[in-house]
């Protein structure tokens, strides 16, 4: 029998994420066909995809960019239909003639769209994990309402989802689940001394051993924020508390995180790293589909080694976990300041280690809330980046 052809809207479609759930798809054109694209300010880009993948619709940020791609498409004869701005990513997202969603745009921007497309019933493909953390109770609870399909394609999360038992929803130890092993590379940085750490540039943060990712992502992951958006996202996918979430450094990424159980049991999930496992595992899910990755020599690889994190000298890990503990708005908050941050270093108007200095100060100033509603959770990301740009200017003066 075959399957029956999926219709797929991929948010964020120029990005790391986004190019690679294209070419997945296009390695399966029996399977798979494309119904939106989207991309922020990448028109050039979003130009050639629409050229292979011929969607019903493309979104871009801004009209001007939009008329221009509507002109393009036009001369080449293709009848996609263009739409500019925020509201349009939010309608193709909930749109009935798409039933898969890979949520693939970075960082908050990518919360409204990704929950729309939750509350609409999709299969959501959660690659974007700060929607997540700034809003995880209110996420799950629309996926739980909508009965939208909800599957991880961050490669730990997709791990620990596959180690998982089919129907784990009700918290861990009723699943005989006693942890959450969440391995983390440890970064480019890993072996640097806090004297070191200060002195870092964007492009020796960026330059990730193992995996080939957007920007914003790579500096997470440097900071080890990541890990800690990452924990988060753990507790509330997986019904987690933060105690069960152990992050284990393990810097061949071969190993993509592991569930321990009461009798004994740990359940790795392992593979080269390569963005296309999960994002293939996402997309034929239950099934299995070839997803175009080089088959894992274990040979090659030879030795797994596993450390403890250093949170003194990474100390956005401890961040993030305290965030998640104090609960409410605190994740958004801490979302907000770290994406500022990031931005800021990337532009070199602030250190690499002042990073975590921001969000900490962002955290210890703002009030905290209960985030029992969007406009809540929307108003603390508002007051938080505003925050953290202060901050960043005080941090950014004090290195000079
Ligand atoms: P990226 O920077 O490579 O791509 C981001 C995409 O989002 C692009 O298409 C861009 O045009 C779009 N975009 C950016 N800002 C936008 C805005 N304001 N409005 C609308 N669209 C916008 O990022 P990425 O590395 O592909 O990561 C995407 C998401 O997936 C992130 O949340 C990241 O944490 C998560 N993720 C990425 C990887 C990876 O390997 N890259 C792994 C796990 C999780
Ligand atoms: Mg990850």
Request: include cysteine; proline fraction near 4%.
């Amino acid at each position: 029998m075959t399957a029956a052809v999926r219709c797929v809207t991929v948010l964020g479609s120029t990005g790391s994420v986004g190019t690679s759930t294209l070419d997945v798809i296009a390695h399966h054109p029996e399977r798979y066909r494309v119904h939106a694209l989207t991309a922020h300010t990448s028109r050039e880009a979003l130009l050639a995809q629409c050229l292979v993948h011929r969607p019903e619709v493309a979104v871009l940020a801004c009209e001007t960019d939009a008329a221009w791609l509507r002109g393009e498409l036009q001369a080449a004869g293709v009848t996609t239909g263009v739409a500019a701005g925020a509201e349009a990513l939010c309608e193709v997202a909930r749109d009935g003639a798409a039933d898969t969603v890979m949520a693939a745009i970075v960082g908050g921007a990518g919360l409204l769209p990704a929950l729309a497309a939750a509350r609409a019933g999709k299969r959501v493909l959660l690659a974007n994990k700060e929607a997540l953390v700034m809003s995880g109770a209110l996420f799950m609870d629309a996926v739980a309402a909508s009965g939208a399909t909800l599957l991880p394609i961050d490669s730990e999360h997709n791990a620990i989802y596959q180690c998982l038992p089919a129907k784990h929803r009700g918290g861990l130890s009723r699943h005989g689940v006693s942890q959450l092993l969440l391995t983390a590379s440890g970064g480019p940085l890993r072996h640097l001394d806090s004297a070191a750490l200060e002195r870092v540039t964007p492009a020796e943060a960026c330059a990730h051993p193992n995996w080939s990712m957007g920007r914003k992502i790579s500096v997470d992951s440097a900071t080890l924020m990541n890990k800690g958006l990452e924990l988060i996202e753990a507790c509330w996918l997986f019904d987690a508390a933060p105690e069960q979430v152990q992050v284990v450094v393990h810097p061949q990424s071969v190993v993509h995180s592991m569930a321990a159980y009461n009798d004994g049991s740990v359940i790795a999930q392992m593979g080269n790293p390569d963005m296309r496992t999960p994002i293939a595992y996402g997309l034929a899910w239950p099934e299995r589909i070839d997803a175009g990755v080089k088959p894992l020599d274990l040979f090659q690889v030879a030795r797994l080694d596993f450390e403890r994190p250093d949170e003194a000298r990474f100390p956005c890990l401890r961040l993030a976990r305290e965030a998640m503990l104090a609960g409410g708005t605190a994740p958004a908050v801490l979302n907000a300041a770290n994406e500022v941050a990031v931005e800021a270093f990337l532009d070199h108007r602030l250190g690499f280690a002042a990073i975590a200095r921001v969000v900490e100060d962002v955290l210890e100033d703002q009030p905290m809330a209960k985030a029992l509603d969007l406009e809540t959770i929307i108003a603390a990301d508002r007051r938080a980046r505003a925050a953290a740009v202060q901050r960043v200017t005080h941090h950014g003066a004090l290195r000079r």
